[in-house]
């Protein structure tokens, strides 16, 4: 049996007087791969943002890797790449090799000997990504998928166990959707980080991801992707708690 590493227990959550998350319970194992899917609004955000500690639990607990999220030291161990990591204007003044570098820097810990150095980890995390070749290129210069690739990039530069992506094929274009998911894949499988996956592309994550979670205020579905793949569209419709055929049309 996997371990959890993270643990969500009766979870509730209100902006003002609107609720947004209710009684969320979850794990989340060690070595998964989790789609985190729901419509528009539906407490996607709200509930990494609670993972991630940034905003204040209300209601119920979460721990990370045993410890109360309250009181839990990141030290690198988890790492997130947000919506807006692609959206670089052309001519913005930093290099890959800088953009990575701020991932490795964040939450470092002190050199031992034999270990890798700052531009060592750079590269290495690039290479994971197919983007070795970049190093010295402007950030603004590359496609949204491409920067894409080196937030990445920068988010496993100091090796996290549980990375968090927030929605991060918007921008990317579809021809370079599929080639995505393949590598979150390979950083699942062969890196043996632990994923979570925030999406509307329900359709497209079900083939990569080890457990789905429908969410829409509440938990409608958590399980195993193919078996909600084989129900009826209705049911889909009712667990997504969002009309199903409309979903791959959102983006
Ligand atoms: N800081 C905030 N203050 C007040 N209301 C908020 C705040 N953040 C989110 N909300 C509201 O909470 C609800 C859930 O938002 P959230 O961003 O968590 O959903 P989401 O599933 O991530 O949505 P999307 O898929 O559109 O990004 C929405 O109605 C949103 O308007």
């Given at each position: 049996m996997s371990k959890p590493i993270l643990t969500v227990r009766n979870v509730s959550h209100r902006y003002e007087k609107q609720p947004?998350?209710?009684?969320i319970t979850f794990e989340i194992n060690k070595g998964s791969f989790v789609g985190l899917v729901g419509p528009n609004g539906s407490g996607k955000t709200t509930l990494i943002k609670l993972l991630l500690g940034i905003e204040k639990l209300q209601r119920g607990e979460i721990s990370a890797f045993g410890q109360p999220i309250q009181k839990f030291k990141n030290k690198g161990r988890i790492s997130y790449v947000s919506q807006k990591a692609n959206s670089f204007g052309r001519g913005f003044p930093a290099t890959v090799k800088e953009v990575v570098s701020m991932g490795v820097m964040h939450n470092q810990k002190p050199l031992l000997p034999g270990q890798k150095n700052t531009l060592e980890l750079v590269k290495h995390a690039l290479k994971q990504v197919n983007m070795e070749d970049y190093l010295n290129r402007n950030i603004g210069d590359l496609s949204g998928g491409q920067q894409q690739r080196v937030f990445i990039a920068r988010a496993i530069a100091n090796e996290p166990e549980l990375l968090i992506l927030d929605e991060p094929t918007v921008g990317v274009d579809s021809q370079n959707v599929e080639q995505f998911y393949q590598l979150l894949s390979r950083l699942n499988q062969d890196l043996g980080i632990t994923l979570v996956l925030v999406s509307h592309d329900i359709g497209a994550i079900t083939t990569y991801v080890t457990d789905l979670l429908c969410l829409n205020?509440?938990?409608h579905y958590h399980g195993n992707p193919n078996d909600f793949e084989n129900m009826p569209d209705e049911q889909r419709s009712k667990l997504y708690g969002h009309n199903i055929n409309t979903i791959t049309h959102d983006h």
């Open positions: 947004v998350l209710e009684n205020r509440t938990i």
